[in-house]
């Protein structure tokens, strides 16, 4: 709460699960305190019903009776549709949850929502990272603050808030994916970190968070930087996105992939992979006009030759053909690279 400026409202999201239900009993006592640190707080809840379990609106309604008898006052419950177009079913659940949350932190007029993710689920994001061969992004884990997303918990282990529960006499929901060895992240928690703790000596699971802590600094320095660059570089027209393709080369192989992916980003697409992005900037080493290489999210890039452009420019050729920066126009230097969404225009 220091570090986010205590904000006067904060609103706690709960699953009905161990950890968020513990975390909505401390915020609980805050809100009755009237408080935190002599600064006035008051808390609401939110429980998000993604509608993927049978009798998850029974789950939704009794976990938020529970969280009015900790205190919390407003408490939503929140039903989403989760759309798996174009991703997993835990990245579209993701999105919609993360959609609730924002929708009720603006309808409570919350500085803060306050997530119950502990140390056991950053371990089990970096061994995911790890097994999957992801990036320092991946590795680095979650946050304890982005944006208005807090994570208090993320140095407490789970026991701690299973022990929270008990002594505050709350019987938190379980939910059967936790333990479904039908999905890697289930296979994680209930497998292969007890596996490692057991062989390797305890211990393993604060390394790793310890790891995650180590690599968010470096992320974050790349991530200031490549988005700095991709403002200096980006060319708009219409919705498309241009990089040329002179200075992007230019650019160390670190800051040129996350500037990629950030051009992705900026026409709706979802973070690509390492794959997909060594294809994208193969197309900076093609001879003409080249491609498109698809980008997840429905995004395609083109390489767009000099030749191209300039005939473009000189034909006054269509929109789109040839991105242009805002501003006068100049006669191209180099060839681009541009991205194009393929989803249809919303209403």
């Given at each position: 709460?220091a570090g986010a400026g205590?904000?006067?409202?904060?609103?706690?999201?709960?699953?009905?699960?161990p950890d968020s239900?513990?975390?909505?009993?401390?915020?609980?006592?805050?809100?009755?305190?009237?408080h935190?640190?002599?600064?006035p707080?008051?808390?609401?809840?939110?429980?998000?019903?993604?509608?993927?379990?049978e009798?998850?609106?029974?789950?939704a309604?009794?976990?938020?009776?529970?969280?009015?008898?900790?205190?919390?006052?407003?408490?939503?419950?929140?039903?989403?549709?989760?759309?798996?177009?174009?991703?997993?079913?835990?990245?579209?659940?993701?999105?919609?949850?993360?959609?609730?949350?924002?929708?009720?932190?603006?309808d409570q007029g919350?500085?803060a929502?306050?997530l119950?993710h502990?140390?056991d689920?950053?371990?089990?994001?970096?061994?995911?990272?790890?097994?999957?061969g992801?990036?320092?992004r991946?590795l680095?884990?979650?946050?304890?603050?982005r944006?208005l997303?807090?994570?208090?918990?993320l140095?407490?282990?789970?026991?701690?808030?299973?022990e929270?529960?008990d002594?505050?006499?709350?019987?938190?929901?379980?939910?059967?994916?936790n333990?479904?060895p039908?999905?890697a992240r289930?296979?994680?928690?209930?497998?292969?970190?007890?596996?490692?703790?057991?062989?390797?000596?305890?211990?393993?699971a604060e390394?790793?968070?310890?790891?995650?802590?180590?690599?968010?600094?470096d992320?974050?320095?790349?991530?200031?930087?490549?988005?700095?660059?991709f403002?200096?570089?980006?060319e708009?027209?219409g919705t498309?996105?241009?990089?040329?393709e002179?200075?992007?080369?230019?650019?160390?192989?670190?800051i040129?992939?996350?500037?990629?992916a950030?051009?992705?980003?900026d026409?709706g697409?979802?973070?690509?992979?390492?794959?997909?992005?060594?294809?994208?900037?193969?197309l900076?080493r093609?001879?003409g006009?080249?491609?498109?290489?698809?980008?997840?999210?429905a995004?395609?890039?083109?390489?767009?030759?000099?030749?191209?452009?300039?005939?473009?420019t000189?034909?006054?050729?269509?929109?789109?053909?040839?991105?242009?920066?805002?501003?006068?126009?100049?006669?191209a230097?180099?060839?681009?690279?541009?991205?194009?969404?393929?989803k249809?225009?919303?209403n």
């Open positions: 709460m205590y904000p006067s409202h904060v609103v706690v999201a709960c699953s009905g699960g239900l513990a975390l909505a009993a401390v915020a609980g006592y805050f809100a009755r305190r009237g935190v640190d002599g600064h707080v008051t808390v609401g809840a939110v429980v998000v019903d993604h509608q993927l379990q009798g998850s609106a029974g789950v309604a009794r976990t938020a009776a529970a969280l009015r008898d900790l205190g919390l006052e407003p408490v939503q419950v929140r039903t989403v549709t989760v759309d798996r177009t174009g991703m997993g079913p835990e990245a579209a659940a993701r999105d919609a949850r993360h959609a609730a949350l924002d929708a009720a932190a603006r919350a500085g929502v306050l119950g502990t140390l689920d950053q371990a089990e994001q970096v061994l995911l990272g790890l097994a999957r992801s990036g320092t991946s680095a884990g979650m946050r304890p603050a944006g997303l807090l994570r208090p918990f140095t407490l282990r789970r026991a701690d808030t299973e929270i529960c002594v505050e006499e709350l019987q938190p929901w379980h939910d059967p994916t333990s479904d039908a999905f289930s296979r994680t928690r209930v497998d292969v970190l007890p596996h490692l703790e057991a062989n390797l000596g305890p211990g393993v390394s790793l968070a310890r790891t995650a802590a180590i690599l968010q600094l992320a974050d320095y790349l991530e200031d930087v490549a988005k700095t660059t403002e200096s570089l980006v708009r027209d498309d996105v241009a990089l040329p002179e200075p992007l080369r230019a650019l160390a192989p670190a040129r992939f996350r500037v990629i950030r051009a992705a980003a026409v697409g979802q973070q690509p992979s390492y794959q997909r992005l060594l294809a994208a900037e193969e900076l093609r001879k006009s080249a491609g498109p290489v698809e980008l997840p999210g995004v395609s890039v083109y390489r767009l030759s000099l030749a191209q452009l300039q005939d473009a000189g034909a006054g050729g269509p929109a789109g053909q040839a991105p242009q920066a805002t501003g006068p126009r100049e006669p230097r180099c060839g681009k690279l541009v991205f194009r969404s393929k249809p225009p919303k």
